[in-house]
């Protein structure tokens, strides 16, 4: 694969992703099962910049970003992927935040997608990926890739943030719990706040795509995640809590497998 970076520049085989592959968690053969693997993150807002930043520099050979919005002023705080030129010019997320992967590392291929996130479209998205990130701000959409995940039997990483706290869970779907058996339904319209009402912490994002991109780098190396465990973070106060969450017999979604939110309204 060419990679564009000029000759004197180019480091030995093997030695950009060295410090990964020394990992005994990881290793070499670890190393190279992400850089042969492909990713799905849905939303390019403050988690799914942080996500993404971290696997291209991890090396994970193909990222798709999917996002529908432009770069605002209040991005600015908090989405780490985006400049002033992307502001002044309204650029699609998907678009700026490929950009600026690029010259990040331009051996992987990226791959944006600037689209609302919809029953009618997720399934080829997720059929193109070996696993997904969660960086959307609704529940309606986590429980849209929730159902698709579970259908195609792809493993995807919950993570929410809100304020200074977050929350991250692995589901594998097959394997323990789903978003269904933790939660019932989407909170009703207007329980919670949208991030531009109740605001972000930009570490407290930064710190919860951490955790999920550690869980995605752990499944795509060697298959281990916490898969069905809860973490509950507080940046603020420092805190870490962790609950095994059980898989609900009852549940509509993997158990009966009732893909109510995927089909097309």
């Keep these: 694969m060419a990679t564009g970076i000029p000759p004197h520049e180019k480091a030995p085989d093997g030695a950009r992703y060295a410090r990964h592959a020394r990992l005994s968690l990881i290793g070499r053969a670890g190393q ?4 042969q693997s492909s990713v799905l993150i849905i939303g390019c807002g403050s988690l799914g910049c942080a996500q993404a930043a971290f696997l291209a520099r ?41 950009r600026r992967l690029r010259t990040i590392n331009s051996g992987i291929a990226i791959e944006p997608v600037v689209a609302d996130i919809s029953a009618a479209n997720i399934e080829p998205l997720i059929g193109k990926a070996d696993l997904i990130l969660d960086a959307t701000d609704n529940f309606e959409t986590r429980f849209l890739i929730n159902e698709a995940a579970v259908k195609a039997g792809k493993p995807w990483i919950y993570g929410g943030v809100l304020g200074t706290d977050g929350m991250v ?21 207007g329980r919670l706040p949208p991030p531009d009402v109740f605001g972000v912490l930009s570490t407290a994002a930064a ?6 991109t550690t869980q995605a780098l752990k499944a795509l190396a060697c298959g281990g995640a ?5 973490h509950t973070l507080d940046i603020w106060n420092g805190t870490v809590t962790t609950a095994e969450v059980p898989r609900d ?9 009732e893909f109510k939110f995927l089909k097309p309204a």
Excluded: S
């Design 249 to 257: 017999p009852a549940c509509p979604c993997c158990n009966k497998r």
């Design 169 to 189: 869970m692995a589901v594998r779907p097959g394997h323990g719990p789903c978003l269904r058996c933790l939660f019932d339904l989407p909170p009703p319209e």
């Design 32 to 35: 190279e099962k992400i850089e």
């Design 58 to 98: 991890a090396g994970v050979g193909r990222l798709l970003l999917a996002d529908r919005d432009t770069v605002q002023t209040p991005n600015m705080a908090t989405q780490l992927l985006y400049d002033e030129q992307d502001l002044r010019a309204q650029a699609p997320k998907a678009e700026a935040a490929a």
């Design 207 to 212: 710190w919860v795509a951490a955790l999920q």
């Design 226 to 230: 916490d898969w069905g465990r809860m």
